[in-house]
T-cell receptor, first 111, second 113 residues
Framework: SQQGEEDPQALSIQEGENATMNCSYK?????LQWYRQNSGRGLVHLIL?????REKHSGRLRVTLDTSKKSSSLLITASRAADTASYFC???????????FGKGNQVVVIP | EPEVTQTPSHQVTQMGQEVILRCVPI?????FYWYRQILGQKVEFLVS????????KSEIFDDQFSVERPDGSNFTLKIRSTKLEDSAMYFC???????????FGPGTRLTVT
């Protein structure tokens, strides 16, 4: 079965810098979503990109999707200490809302 | 802003006992989900629920698991006879009709001893 799979990264960056993380998946998808999880908390939906979209922006977030490479990237610009969290990509294969999550990227933003 | 709530936040139970995890989805949402996250592992889909019936379930969701919407607001996950390997964080989520975005609750940490 297809799964979102992030590059297993632990990013440590200075406040104000940009953070980029990647996700790859194995089979065709309906959409791909990015979620944030603060330590010990629930998952917060950040952004959704559909399979027919290539790029999407939401505030300081920029998501790209390359269906030919079966990969996506999440860019957080001008990072803040409050962006410290784990970031997960999740793929929706059939558009049936059965999300397949990757392992997550830990991002630490140093003030 | 409306949010998904879950109770309890932490449940400790002995192996073989039944547990019920409770969730209150966002009020106008029609689709409900349970996921779990074993410590250090990926978030895994368990089940989705729509129109008072299961619409999808994973291989994890065996006969030990059941879900119910007992009234107009609650959505529950029951584990009939817990095993050590059921220890995990369990997340409830809901989504609106026609939307792929899922809203997650804060989770219930289940510890089976």
């Amino acid at each position: 079965s297809q799964q979102g799979e992030e590059d297993p990264q632990a990013l440590s960056i200075q406040e104000g810098e940009n953070a980029t993380m990647n996700c790859s998946y194995k089979t065709s998808i309906n959409n791909l979503q990015w979620y944030r999880q603060n330590s010990g908390r629930g998952l917060v939906h950040l952004i959704l990109i559909r399979s027919n979209e290539r790029e999407k922006h939401s505030g300081r977030l920029r998501v790209t999707l390359d269906t030919s490479k079966k990969s996506s990237s999440l860019l957080i610009t001008a990072s803040r200490a409050a962006d410290t969290a784990s970031y997960f990509c999740a793929t929706d294969y059939y558009g049936n809302n059965r999300l397949a999550f990757g392992k997550g990227n830990q991002v630490v933003v140093i003030p | 802003e409306p949010e998904v709530t879950q109770t309890p936040s932490h449940q400790v139970t002995q192996m073989g006992q039944e547990v019920i995890l409770r969730c209150v989805p966002i009020s106008n949402h029609l689709y409900f989900y349970w996921y779990r996250q074993i410590l250090g592992q990926k978030v895994e889909f368990l089940v989705s629920f729509y129109n008072n019936e299961i619409s999808e379930k994973s291989e994890i969701f065996d006969d030990q698991f059941s879900v119910e919407r007992p009234d107009g607001s609650n959505f529950t996950l029951k584990i009939r006879s817990t095993k050590l390997e059921d220890s995990a964080m369990y997340f409830c989520a809901s989504s609106a009709n026609g939307s792929y975005e899922q809203y997650f609750g804060p989770g219930t940490r289940l510890t089976v001893t």
